[in-house]
């Protein structure tokens, strides 16, 4: 299978993991296709350098392209012009795939009428900058995914990201990050930061922490999280929050690089997960992060499970009957977690069968060797 690749999001420290996740992924997909990367920014392809991706990728064999400039001022400041010439030339139209994985966060409708006037060849109309710069990664796909009829799948990975496939017009189909629903994929398989958080066996440091949690909260919507983590966790030499938050007493910003902060979760025995920016959701990532390392995270009672876990129950049934879902209401997490043993705990859920599955590496490597025929079940079911 010939694959047009891309990841749309800003390389920043906070996001590092889903990049190294997506590359992971890519390098596993270049052992049994033929895989072009493009990057549409100078600037952006430098840091995939500074990362090692760029070397990474091109020893795999995946064919590495920065198509650049191509959205330029015109002479309103307002407008903007797309090189479509530019585009079909570097890009082609011989793909059998258009992968996306994890989409800047903006407002479907405008950015289905952006979409909209760029596709028909006008000057493009961008009211902020800001929004050009979260487009101009995905303006060449879309073109070549819908100039040529090439099937699109988007992983998402928040869910207030654009569904693409209202914009596809149906020739896009949405994955969900990490959480596998046959009815709505017609696959249900889709592990690419799993795979890559499993990719190998997290080296085993003493828990001489109990409780360790990482958060940013920026704006108004979000303050009821403050509210209850701020008198629902006292922190000590054993419990640690690492937060950059406005609305803390003083303000409050010690947040400490990704990297780090996985060290810290390795070190703890428990951590938390808070209801995602989409409340209909659940925002499994930092579940996944938490449990490859052994650490346990109590869950908040007001995160939406039901989807995430709808082909892990075992683990749902876990979390509920162990008390592993908290109301902070009714408690607070240093009280909850003094009560809970966690070497009985953890060793009980590596016995899961959910968990083993995560584990499996050799069902890793099956799924991108059969990527293929399982790309065709999503586009035939």
């Known amino acids: 299978m010939k694959i047009l690749a891309t990841i749309p999001l800003h390389l920043m420290d906070v996001q590092i993991e889903i990049v190294r ?36 990728l091109v020893a795999a064999g995946v064919k590495v392209l920065l198509l650049d400039k191509i959205i330029s001022k015109a002479a309103n400041k307002q407008m903007w012009k797309v090189d479509n010439v530019k585009i079909k030339r570097v890009l082609g139209s011989d793909y059998d795939l258009v992968l996306f994985y994890a989409y800047s966060i903006s407002p479907t409708k ?108 920026t704006y108004i919507g979000r303050k009821y999280l403050h509210d209850s983590l701020y008198n629902g966790i006292a922190e000590n030499s054993k419990f640690k929050i690492y937060a950059n938050d406005r609305f ?68 749902l049934e876990f979390w509920k009957q162990n008390k592993l879902i908290v109301d902070l209401s009714k408690t607070t997490i240093n009280k909850r977690i003094s009560k809970l043993d966690y070497s009985s705990l953890i060793q009980s859920i590596s016995e899961l069968d959910s968990v083993k599955r995560l584990e499996d590496r050799e069902r890793y490597e099956r799924f991108c060797k059969n990527f293929s025929k399982n790309v065709k079940n999503m586009f035939t079911n």
């Open 21 to 56: 996740a997506y590359i992971y992924f890519i390098l596993r997909l270049a052992k049994y296709n033929e895989i072009t990367f493009v990057i549409c920014q100078a600037k952006k392809y430098k840091q995939y350098e500074e990362h090692g991706f760029i070397s990474r």
């Open 110 to 217: 405008q950015m289905r009428e952006s979409f909209e006037t760029f596709y028909s060849g006008e000057e493009l109309k961008v009211t902020f900058n800001s929004m050009l710069t979260k487009y101009r990664q995905t303006y060449p796909f879309y073109y070549i995914s819908r100039k040529y009829a090439i099937p699109t799948i988007q992983f998402i990975v928040d869910w207030l990201e654009p569904n693409l496939e209202e914009i596809y017009a149906g020739n896009c189909k949405v994955g969900r990050f990490g959480v596998y629903k046959q009815k709505e994929l017609g696959v249900k398989f889709l592990p690419i930061y799993d795979m890559y958080i499993y990719r190998k066996e997290i080296a085993a440091v003493e828990k001489d922490m109990d409780f360790v949690f990482g958060y940013t909260i």
């Open 248 to 315: 803390w007493n003083g303000g409050r910003n010690d947040v400490i690089p990704q990297n780090e902060y996985f060290k810290e979760v390795n070190r703890a025995k428990f951590s938390y997960v808070v209801p995602a920016n989409n409340k209909k959701e659940f925002s499994i990532q930092r579940f996944y992060e938490c449990i490859s390392r052994r650490c346990i995270p109590l869950i908040d009672s007001r995160c939406v499970l039901d989807n995430a876990f709808s082909e892990q129950r075992d683990i």
